[in-house]
């Protein structure tokens, strides 16, 4: 008996044929909308201001990098801001920024854009700058706002 029980144990262990099991979440590119609100506190026309956002990002490991594009109505300056560029997070903590264009009384201002937020779920709270080369209004925008993003779809990982 002791014999058998010592020749069960020497047998060769064997790898499974079945991909490792992981916990956690798989890098992979999610897009995702939302809408955000706030307003214009500082060197503009103050106001407030509503919009919705776009954005393509990879999520790996806390780390999110991605291309984003918004747009919004500003009761300050009584006109349209479209803005896009890249966005970068670590955790809780984004910045982004890019391209930012302002369309008010038939004239288009461009300019450029950069934003700090700070996420709290689907929440962000944002404070924005934006400086702008032609003068319609105002070349100095100071923003702060809150955005609720969320996922429509996933491209790769689990």
């Known amino acids: 008996m002791v014999v058998a029980v010592l020749c069960a144990l020497a047998v060769d262990a064997r790898a ?10 798989q890098p992979a590119w999610i897009l995702l909308g939302g809408v955000t609100t706030g307003g214009t506190i500082a060197l503009a026309d103050k106001g407030a ?6 954005s393509l990002a990879r999520l790996s490991n806390g780390n999110v990098f991605g291309f984003y594009a ?4 500003d009761w300050g300056i009584d006109g349209t801001y479209v803005t896009g560029g890249l966005e970068l997070a670590h955790k809780f903590v984004s910045i ?6 302002r369309f008010a009384d038939g004239n ?7 934003r700090l937020s700070l996420g709290l779920g689907v ?4 404070g924005r700058y934006a400086y702008f080369t032609d ?3 105002n070349e100095h925008v100071i923003q702060i706002g809150v955005l609720l993003k969320l996922p429509l779809k996933t491209f790769g990982g689990m």
């Open 16 to 25: 499974d044929d079945d991909p490792p099991f992981v916990i956690g979440a």
């Open 49 to 54: 201001l509503v919009g919705g956002e776009l």
């Open 70 to 73: 918004d747009g919004y109505y």
């Open 96 to 101: 982004d920024g890019g391209a930012a264009l």
């Open 108 to 114: 288009r201002d461009l300019g450029v854009t950069g």
């Open 123 to 126: 929440f962000s709270l944002f």
């Open 135 to 137: 003068t319609m209004s």
